[in-house]
């Protein structure tokens, strides 16, 4: 027999046997809410449909705190099972144990209710913005659905919170027209600045700055006109790192105009006589000279 109900004191336990063979064990299941036979036999062949169909949930006394740690350990994965990045890892650290772990940590993962969490939002609420409740809510419930999947937990009790912290509205920063950003290029430029050459790069394309800082001087081709982005740099509490993105879509080669072309080519020449160690003013063929693939970030 799969299962049965025993009554003990008051409390009735469904006694139901889990596993498979030599691995097989006898499990009891509390059943406090049944107040009678009938009703502790209902739950019980319920029980034992959920070992057939294999979302039985056994019985653990982690926390909530010691599964997220766990999560956090693995690289977060989401529903696609892959890790994320080492700064999106550290990101989602800081808003677990920042907003969520001091006031839900220590609770049992398995008994934690849809209204502790709610409570817990409402306090927040008080003290930070909407969008930062809102981000917080997205990590804990991927980290709970996590669980769900792996079946330490039968339900994620994230999915029935009375109230999903709104985005609120979104700060986009201040976009510059054509003229203001000639303007705010000029300005480095004038000033003779290290950074003229990053700035220009990333107002005449447009990539984002972890891809700029990335580029190698492989990535340019003169001729062709056209720089290839396939990397970018994250800043981690280990130091600067280069990695991949997020999908192969977004490895792209962009075209790029004659005046940024001249620009990158007067910088590259200028590394070479720095690697070549040729003094400023003096004729050689740089052609022969290898420039090392540097970041274009330190490459002056």
Known sequence: MRGH???RGDIWYAVLSVGKGNERKTVWRSLPECKGKREAETECRRLVREIDTGDFVMTDSSTV?????HWLSIGCPGRKRKAVGNKTRERY?????TYILPSLGNRPLQKLQSTEID????RLR?????RTLLNAHIVFASALAMAFRTRKIGRNPVLDVAKVPSPGEADHGIVLDKDELRILVQGFKERDSILFPIVATLAWTGMRRGECLALRWSDFDAKAKTLRIERSVEETEAGLAIKGPK???H??????GDDLVALLVSEREKHLRIV?????????DLSLVRLPEVLLSVAR
Not at 93 to 97: A, D, Q, S, T
Not at 119 to 122: E, P, S
Not at 251 to 256: D, E, G, H, M, N
């Open 276 to 284: 070549a160690d040729v003094p400023s003013g003096a004729h050689v």
């Open 65 to 69: 705190a010691q599964w997220i740690e």
């Open 5 to 7: 109900v025993r009554l």
């Open 251 to 256: 490895k792209r080669t962009i075209a790029i």
């Open 119 to 122: 409570a817990l939002y409402t």
């Open 247 to 249: 999908k192969d879509s």
């Open 93 to 97: 650290g800081e808003l677990l144990r």
């Open 126 to 130: 008080e003290k930070i913005s909407e």
